[in-house]
């Protein structure tokens, strides 16, 4: 069975700080990877996906992500992060099996940012 | 439209009430999905329909009922639940695209906060 690992479960930063979030998966097939973000009070929005190509993959608002494959990581990067990135990050894993997804996220960051 | 929208925002039921939630979405997604979320949890998959057939149960007890009545519609039918189901209810859809590499994004709802007293 798949699984996803975050190491960091609170981090807090003050503002213009770098930001990177740790995310491992233990799958041994094919597999897409995304970065799912909840603001306070918001539903779950995806940040940005990686499926094939290139594995540095650019989402929005400036955050970012790279798939090491050998290390079975999907890192979130962000070079300096603002207050309203103040949020809960998931990183998901999902099994390529076609059509529908069977996706499993891990137990979720809570990012604080100090202004 | 990219929007998915779950009903009622929150509920308190009893343990002998009988209650549904109800998901909708229009972006033409045939795959929709329940997740359950407790309190400082992941999301935890529940359900996966595709074309209105119920293609996963995730084990979830029986006191949990989906239904697919349409394209656009989803719902959660509840019965005889116990405390320990009090959670987030996050109704989801993506596109179904049949061979596909699993990559397609999927959009979640607001969610229904429970709670069973």
């Known amino acids: 069975a798949q699984s996803v690992s975050q190491h960091n479960h609170h981090v807090i930063l003050s503002e213009a700080a770098s930001l990177e979030l740790g995310c491992n998966y233990s799958y041994g097939g094919t597999v897409n990877l995304f970065w799912y973000v909840q603001y306070p009070g918001q539903h779950l929005q995806l940040l940005l996906k990686?499926?094939?190509?290139?594995?540095l993959v650019k989402g929005i608002k400036g955050f970012e992500a790279e798939f090491i494959k050998s290390k079975f990581s999907f890192n979130l990067r962000k070079p300096s992060v603002q207050w309203s990135d103040t949020a809960e990050y998931f990183c998901a894993v999902n099994r390529a099996s076609g059509g529908y997804q069977k996706v499993t996220f891990g137990t979720g960051t809570k990012l604080q940012v100090i202004p | 439209d990219t929007e998915v929208t779950q009903t009622p925002k929150h509920l308190v039921m009893g343990m002998t009430n009988k209650k549904s939630l109800k998901c909708e979405q229009h972006m033409g997604h045939r795959a929709m999905y329940w997740y359950k979320q407790k309190a400082k949890k992941p999301p935890e998959l529940m359900f996966v329909y595709s074309y209105e057939k119920l293609s996963i149960n995730e084990s979830v007890p029986s006191r949990f009922s989906p239904e697919c009545p349409n394209s656009s519609l989803l719902n959660l039918h509840l019965h005889a639940l116990q405390p320990e189901d009090s959670a987030l209810y996050l109704c989801?859809?993506?596109?179904?695209?049949?061979?596909?590499?699993?990559?397609?994004?999927?959009?979640f709802g607001p969610g229904t906060r429970l709670l069973v007293l």
């Open positions: 990686y499926f094939s190509g290139d594995p």
């Open positions: 989801a859809s993506s596109p179904f695209t049949s061979g596909g590499a699993g990559s397609e994004t999927q959009y």
